[in-house]
Nanobody, 128 residues
Framework: QLQLVQSGGGLVLPGESLRLSCSAS????????IGWFRQAPGKEREGVSC????????EYAASVKGRFTISRDNANNAVYLQMNSLKPEDTAVYYC?????????????????????WGQGTLVTVSS
């Protein structure tokens, strides 16, 4: 059973950066496409960014394109979300998610389809 463990997050000022990590023990994450999602208070969960198994295909929400970068670190069995130029509207609980079905595209994953496992969530607060 895949269990995703998240780290990172916290309170930062607008314009600052944070890196979120998503890892797993005993299971190779490169067998899975990985996505990052977020849910702000009173809003629906949205897909932020997703990456394919190979690490060569990406998907970004329009609201984060150019500021956030998703990447794989296979040596450490992790996927990262580097968040730069953070804005107050980025404040949310962030979740990583994994899908093993290779027929599910990163776009479909970022739409929340066919997720096999979710991380525990981590709060990101951007405030002055």
């Amino acid at each position: 059973q895949l269990q995703l463990v998240q780290s990172g997050g916290g309170l930062v000022l607008p314009g600052e950066s944070l890196r979120l990590s998503c890892s797993a023990s005993g299971v190779r994450l490169d067998y899975y496409a990985i996505g990052w999602f977020r849910q702000a208070p009173g809003k629906e969960r949205e897909g932020v960014s997703c990456i394919s198994r190979s690490g060569r295909t990406f998907e970004y929400a329009a609201s984060v394109k150019g500021r956030f970068t998703i990447s794989r670190d296979n040596a450490n069995n992790a996927v990262y979300l580097q968040m730069n130029s953070l804005k107050p509207e980025d404040t949310a609980v962030y979740y990583c998610a994994a899908v093993k079905d290779f027929t599910v595209s990163v776009r479909a994953l970022c739409a929340g389809n066919a997720v096999d496992a979710w991380g525990q969530g981590t709060l990101v607060t951007v405030s002055s």
